[in-house]
T-cell receptor, first 111, second 116 residues
Framework: DAKTTQPNSMESNEEEPVHLPCNHSTISGTDYIHWYRQLPSQGPEYVIHGLTSNVNNRMASLAIAEDRKSSTLILHRATLRDAAVYYCILSPLPSGSRLTFGEGTQLTVNP | DAGVTQSPTHLIKTRGQQVTLRCSPKSGHDTVSWYQQALGQGPQFIFQYYEEEERQRGNFPDRFSGHQFPNYSSELNVNALLLGDSALYLC???FGTGQFRNYGYTFGSGTRLTVV
């Protein structure tokens, strides 16, 4: 499985945008980029996924670099509820393949 | 609409014993995957069941086994428990396996297993 690199931790203030980076320089042409987050005492939660084009949904936006070697998860207005560990994962299919989690980024949101 | 349901939520077992964890997938989902999450680490894939068969397996010993029932629910069995098996065990469901299916996994809140 191709490897992803994320910062161990990031901080943000409530109601400000948050940009969570992910590097995946060995990504293959068929790898999808998935983002999950895990709130305290809960299982991971699907956030968003994409292949080449930028994606938006009700939770977040995913910006994918033109060479696909990096991506950024964007939370437009952070809330206290967004404090979680965010995982960037590569998978060769939209779904159905195993998810290989790294250690993720611990996001702290300050009031 | 109920999400993924796991039982029990917490469990304490003695080294050498056997344990069975249970998972009911989200309504409409037919594929179940199991993950092990040690404290402070990301989840690690154990195996995936679809159509009552194990379809994929991670790097876990044969002490870890599973089953999927006709109603798509699943069990994870761990034999000869070791102290290192203490972890949060997560069940994730999805619709189908393969690229023509729905996107994203739905995870349960997990079963916290403590081996003493």
């Amino acid at each position: 499985d191709a490897k992803t690199t994320q910062p161990n931790s990031m901080e943000s203030n409530e109601e400000e945008p948050v940009h969570l980076p992910c590097n995946h320089s060995t990504i293959s042409g068929t790898d999808y980029i998935h983002w999950y987050r895990q709130l305290p005492s809960q299982g991971p939660e699907y956030v968003i996924h994409g292949l080449t084009s930028n994606v938006n949904n009700r939770m977040a936006s995913l910006a994918i670099a033109e060479d696909r070697k990096s991506s950024t998860l964007i939370l437009h207005r952070a809330t206290l509820r967004d404090a979680a560990v965010y995982y960037c994962i590569l998978s060769p299919l939209p779904s159905g393949s195993r998810l290989t989690f790294g250690e993720g980024t611990q996001l702290t949101v300050n009031p | 609409d109920a999400g993924v349901t796991q039982s029990p939520t917490h469990l304490i077992k003695t080294r050498g014993q056997q344990v069975t964890l249970r998972c009911s997938p989200k309504s409409g989902h037919d594929t179940v995957s199991w993950y092990q999450q040690a404290l402070g680490q990301g989840p690690q894939f154990i195996f995936q069941y679809y159509e009552e068969e194990e379809r994929q397996r991670g790097n876990f010993p044969d002490r870890f086994s599973g089953h999927q029932f006709p109603n798509y629910s699943s069990e994870l069995n761990v034999n000869a428990l070791l102290l290192g098996d203490s972890a949060l065990y997560l069940c994730a469901s999805s619709f189908g396996t393969g690229q023509f299916r729905n996107y994203g996994y739905t995870f349960g809140s997990g079963t916290r297993l403590t081996v003493v």
